[in-house]
């Protein structure tokens, strides 16, 4: 009961400020757009917009590359910056609500600056705390297993992060176990990240974009696991020229071809990966039946439908086969798709709706003369978000939305000559959360970051589920498949 009426304490005291943070800015007028890369179209993540008239106002631009600040009206000097790209000024009449997007050139006026100094620990001056954002050129400097670039691998040099062990791609954070680190690829949960036994992780550097670690407490967009929150982003491609470009490595090779489908206004990347060491086994009498490569492909397109509306389509395919012979097999991999719907519907609410599909296999192969005994476990997600993005002043960003994920568990079938074959149809299940969240920004020195998460979890029936009284199996039902079982209500 104590616990509810918090709840709802939390609730109440977000939607006041929503509603007294909207009356207060109804005198003012908006600047908005989007901040993107003049070569490559890239929309640029984290850009800091700042007015010079008011050194107290700044913010960024979102995963999107979308920005959002309400200013009285009068004239201003914009300015824009981003690490690795040339400082953007310009100077603003601003009398109403317009759009001005933003294009960074990149800064290659120098060839090398060293600059030495005690950097500000992000932790003291942001509730948002654990935060890491993985730079993608620090990462193809880091000394890895066989020269192969590789996210995780990085990840686990950073504080607060242990490897599972030497080679493996799997890690703890803070204590917690592997299984309660939410990984995403746009939006699309990977359950499995790791190639070859885990000296290598599913991420092609090639096609990444932009990759955030959160050690702390998560944002209430994020739930399901208990630990971490890592969050990876795809590049969208090249919509300004073709580029090809790719690698030789000891054990495998990779190429990214990217380019515009019709320029500035929709471009794609095709990016792919595979080992080719099972190429050296068929040179060698003694081992040349036997089975070693993983392989990646990473796709993505976008379209520019208007100056408010962008549709993306993104996808993740990915396996491993290893086998010794006839004798014995093994194979997992991830195939993962997102559609993604951005639309901005007013110069303060930006939109993000998102069709997610998420199916992760793993099979298990044994053979001996006329004997065979196999294994299949196998998870399946489809997902359906949608967040909404509310910058109710410079001092105000507000969060919210819903998620329902339908998923589809086989926990284990088998099938062979040694035992009568058992086939799951798999279990499903439910999951819906609503969430709303306020960053609060009074003046420099305080600054909040306040949120409320519902989740609901509901048991689907089309399996025979048993009824435990301190461990014990009391009874057993059978749920019709089109009927509900227990739910589960937790709010964060």
Avoid at 137 to 147: E, L, N, R, T, Y
Avoid at 329 to 349: A, F, Q, V, Y
Avoid at 376 to 402: C, E, H, M, W
Wanted: net charge positive; aromatic share 10%.
């Amino acid at each position: 009961m104590i616990q509810s009426k918090a709840c709802a304490y939390l609730f109440s005291f977000l939607i006041l400020t929503f509603l007294s943070t909207a009356s207060l800015a109804q005198d003012k007028v908006v600047l908005s757009g989007t901040v993107k890369d003049n070569q490559t179209g890239e929309s640029i993540i984290r850009a800091i917009i700042r007015v010079k008239e008011l050194p107290n106002i700044g913010v960024f631009s979102n995963e999107y590359g979308f920005y959002s600040i309400s200013l009285a009206k009068g004239n201003y000097t914009i300015s824009v910056s981003q690490v690795g790209y040339e400082m953007y000024t310009n100077n603003i009449q601003i009398d109403s609500s317009i759009i001005n997007n933003i294009q960074l050139s990149a800064n290659n006026l120098l060839k090398e600056v060293v600059v030495e100094s005690s950097k500000k620990n992000n932790n003291l001056t942001k509730a948002q705390m654990g935060t890491e954002t993985l730079n993608m050129v620090a990462i193809s400097k880091v000394p890895v297993i066989f020269g192969e670039k590789d996210i995780l691998k990085t990840l686990q040099l950073l504080p607060g992060v242990k490897s599972a062990g030497e080679g493996n791609s799997g890690y703890y954070v803070r204590g917690g176990a592997a299984d309660q680190n939410l990984i995403l690829l746009d939006e699309a949960p990977v359950y499995n990240a790791s190639h070859l036994l885990g000296f290598f992780s599913t991420f092609n550097s090639d096609a990444i974009k932009d990759a955030t670690l959160i050690k702390g407490n998560s944002p209430a967009i994020y739930g399901g696991r208990l630990s971490s929150v890592l969050d990876v982003k795809m590049k969208e491609g090249n919509n300004k020229d073709y580029v090809v470009n790719g690698g030789l490595g000891l054990i495998s090779s990779r190429v990214s071809i990217e380019g515009p489908i019709q320029n500035d206004k929709s471009s794609f990347i095709l990016s792919g990966r595979r080992t080719y060491a099972d190429m050296f086994l068929k040179a060698t009498e003694k081992f040349k039946d036997n089975i070693l490569y993983f392989y990646d492909l990473n796709m993505k397109a976008n379209y520019t439908i208007n100056a408010k509306n962008k549709i993306y389509l993104s996808g993740y395919f990915g396996k491993d086969e290893l086998g010794l012979g006839d004798t014995f097999g093994i194979d997992w991999g991830n195939k993962t798709g997102t559609i993604r719907w951005n639309k901005i519907m007013s110069n303060k609410l930006f939109l993000n709706t998102s069709l997610i599909y998420s199916d992760y296999n793993y099979n298990v192969k044994l053979k001996n003369g006329e004997t065979n005994f196999n294994i299949n476990s196998n998870i399946k997600d489809v997902n359906l978000k949608q967040d909404y993005t509310f910058y109710a002043d410079p001092k105000n960003n507000l969060r919210f939305g819903f998620n329902t994920i339908l998923h589809t568990i086989t926990p284990s079938t088998f099938s062979g000559t040694v035992t009568n074959s058992l086939s799951k149809q798999g279990r499903n299940g439910l999951e819906n959360a609503i969430y709303l969240s306020n960053n609060y920004k009074p003046n420099n020195d305080l600054s909040f970051d306040v949120g409320l998460r519902v989740s609901a979890y509901t048991l689907m029936g089309g399996d025979d589920y048993n009824i435990y009284n301190n461990g014990n199996v009391q009874s057993t039902i059978k749920l019709a498949k089109s009927s509900f079982g227990k739910t589960y209500i937790n709010p964060e």
